[in-house]
């Protein structure tokens, strides 16, 4: 076990950015402490002329911090950030467990382990349903809440600008009742955070105008190519002209279209159960190689859709899963898919994201202030972009709800009188007692935390593997050489990031998102780094061997590639990487979106029996809250699943 595993990357993140020209990492952070204080006791010189505080110092009272403790604006690696992970791989690997634990001098009617959408969403309803007056400890063992949904904050030219770390939008659609509920009592107003985004923005809409960055080394020489191509691909007006654009050769151009306007039916001898059986046990690559005839450039294409939605290229994917998340073939697959393309492109037309400037950090923000007020001024959701967090609030030994950082839970066990706890943070462990427990952490964990879980069981929470990715944030001084590009958004067949998007346009009470001219802006790229399948493995052997990328690669790899497609993409408008990026932000999600089930990999269990279901289940006072848990990686999932473990407690 590691000799200091609770301790932050408060001190090496400030360090880490000395392959960077600009070495702006310390200073930034400093400064960005002393605009955003909000007692504004301490002048910008008096700040900048103080070493970093390092976490272990506070360590003597469990769960305090300093002041001027404020991980949003911290950069180079974070996510799975050092100190985060350690002692959780200890226990998972070796099965290292502190032995000697201190006894604090703590009660709670429920403690919940994981500050993630799904564990601050479960402290909301407790309280709803207990009492306002019951006791809440909430555990995570990252140096900031929210999960996934993580806030990357930037000060630059006296402005703020945010990106977006993990989580991004809101999917309405696909809200139960619970999921509405609860996002109106922190203040979320959907139709109103609609509007704040701009138009044209992929995360919010699907038909928005897109660039393809094609890259020298796949399609001869780099270029971007315009259009909206999920519109193209259902062979909406221009599709044909948006096609001919991509310089593909004619062949592959008359093959391309061909898939796409559906004259021919690329399934004509199979039955339409035989077709439907073919959609779901064939991979996308196959059906494009050998019923289009589409050649691996031209498949490439579709490559970063289905990699973005699923972490996995097209060979892990069936004919259905792509096709419904937009790929072409729909028309192809006879009378069947005609009208289903009919219908998803009806249907695509009304589809609406909306989303933060920070993505679901701001729905972890509101959750964080409504359970603890004192954490940050204000009550709706446009000041809440804005508000500075005090994080010296989030463990006051008076407060009804305590949030404790840096505290990684390594046992969970049920005891007569309740559940008793053990975490350790900077080096220590420590145990508190509990009426109740909620794990909201990873299921994957669970059997570790938990041994007195039947083995079955284990089994079942074991089953999936998370999706790993890095969104990473690139702040530059200027965006001018972006804008000049013409599109908000990118995909990027063949290239490391998958995608390059600009943050969030969203305006917002006071927030001004997006950049004009040569405003400084903040890209928001994604990386996903699960290998090709050869042909012997599953999706989940897949997920864990992108895992283990994901920790062998270090800052400097990040930093590499990003200079070198940014000045690939936008080079010839002006962009020069070395003189215009002030900072960047990896976001490493190792263990990133939940396990959801493939039609290649995973049979097709009946109601009740899949393994996220069984997985679930409660044991004693213990219950299980997690986007896992649903097999489903999604905020209103998180929710949903808040709402059933709460309802378990009794």
């Known amino acids: 076990m590691s000799a200091d595993p609770g301790r932050t990357t408060w001190n090496k993140d400030l360090e880490q950015q000395g392959t960077m020209k600009h070495s702006i990492t310390r200073r930034d952070f400093l400064n960005g402490a002393a605009l955003t204080l909000a007692a504004g006791a301490l ?22 911090v300093p002041k001027e403790y404020y991980p949003p604006v911290l950069t180079g690696m974070r996510g799975s ?9 200890a226990l998972a690997w070796r099965g290292e467990k502190p032995t000697d634990y201190t006894v604090l001098d703590e009660h709670y009617d429920l403690v ?10 479960a402290a909301h309803l407790y309280r709803q349903q207990a009492g306002s007056d019951k006791k809440i400890l909430i555990l995570d063992n990252h140096d900031d809440f929210g999960g996934h949904a993580k806030r990357n904050e930037f000060h630059i030219d006296g402005r703020m600008l945010l990106g977006v770390g993990g989580s991004a939008n809101l999917e309405p659609q696909n809200f139960s009742d619970t999921v509405h509920r609860v996002l109106k009592e922190i203040g979320v107003e959907i139709d109103r955070l609609d509007a704040a985004c701009e138009p044209e923005y992929f995360l919010a809409g699907p038909t928005a105008s897109t660039g393809f960055y094609l890259n020298a080394r796949q399609y001869g020489r780099s270029r971007i190519v315009h259009g909206r191509w999920l519109d193209a691909w259902f062979g909406q007006d221009g599709y044909q002209d948006a096609v001919r654009a991509l310089g593909l050769s004619a062949e592959q151009q008359q093959r391309l279209l061909t898939l796409i306007e559906g004259e021919r039916d690329l399934l004509e001898e199979l039955s339409v159960f035989e077709a439907k059986r073919y959609m779901d046990s064939t991979s996308y690559y196959e059906f494009l190689e050998s019923r289009a005839g589409l050649a691996p450039a031209t498949i490439a294409l579709f490559e970063p859709l289905v990699r973005l939605y699923y972490g996995l290229g097209l060979e892990c994917a069936s004919v259905t899963e792509a096709v419904m998340i937009g790929a072409p073939g729909l028309r192809s697959l006879g009378l069947t898919g005609k009208l289903a393309n009919k219908f998803f492109a009806y249907a695509s037309d009304g589809i609406r994201f909306p989303l933060f400037p920070d993505g679901n950090a701001s729905v972890a923000r509101l959750l964080v202030r409504k359970l603890i007020p004192e954490v940050a001024p204000g009550s ?12 010296a609030e989030l463990d006051r030994p008076e407060a009804a709800v305590r949030l404790r950082l840096n505290s990684t839970v390594v046992n969970v066990a049920n005891i007569e009188d ?10 220590k462990a420590f145990t508190v007692h509990a009426e109740r427990c909620i794990l909201a952490c990873y299921n994957g964990l669970i059997p570790h935390l ?3 879980l039947p083995s079955a069981q284990k089994e079942n929470l074991s089953y999936g593997a998370k999706t790993p990715f890095a969104m990473v944030n690139v702040l530059l001084r200027s965006g001018a050489a972006v804008n000049a590009a013409g599109a908000a958004q990118y995909l990027c067949p063949g290239s490391f990031f998958e995608s390059v998007v600009k943050s969030p346009p969203v305006n917002l009470g006071k927030h001004r998102g997006g950049s004009r001219d040569a405003e ?18 599953t999706g989940r052997d897949l997920y864990r061997l992108g895992r283990h990328r994901l920790y062998a690669t270090p800052f400097a790899a ?35 979106y939940s396990y959801s089930y493939m039609d290649l990999y995973d049979p097709d269990w009946g109601e009740g029996q899949a393994p996220h279901e069984l997985g679930r289940k409660p044991i004693g006072r213990i219950s299980i809250a997690n986007s896992d848990s649903e097999a489903s990686a999604y905020l209103h999932s998180a929710i949903d699943a808040a709402a059933r473990a709460v309802g378990e407690l009794g």
């Not at 950030?81 to 791989?89: D, I, N, P, R, T």
């Not at 309740?418 to 080096?427: I, L, R, S, T």
Request: net charge negative; hydrophobic share 45%.
């Open 81 to 89: 950030h050092a100190g985060s992970f350690e002692v959780a791989h």
């Open 418 to 427: 309740g559940v008793k706890v053990g975490y350790v943070a900077a080096g």
């Open 450 to 452: 938990c041994p007195e």
């Open 558 to 592: 990040y930093e590499m590639e990003i200079k070198k497609q940014l000045g690939a993409m936008f080079g010839e408008n002006g962009l020069d990487p070395e003189r215009d990026i002030e900072a960047i932000t990896v976001n490493r999600w190792a263990h990133g």
């Open 112 to 121: 919940i382990v994981g500050a993630g959408l799904s564990g601050l969403a």
């Open 43 to 64: 002048s910008p010189r008096e700040i900048l002329a103080m070493e970093p505080v390092a976490l272990e110092n506070a360590a003597a009272m469990p769960g305090a």
């Open 380 to 391: 709706t959701m446009e000041d809440i972009v804005d508000a500075h967090f005090d994080y």
């Open 520 to 537: 400084p802006m903040v890209l928001w790229m994604a990386h996903m780094p699960a290998p090709r399948n050869d042909g012997s493995q």
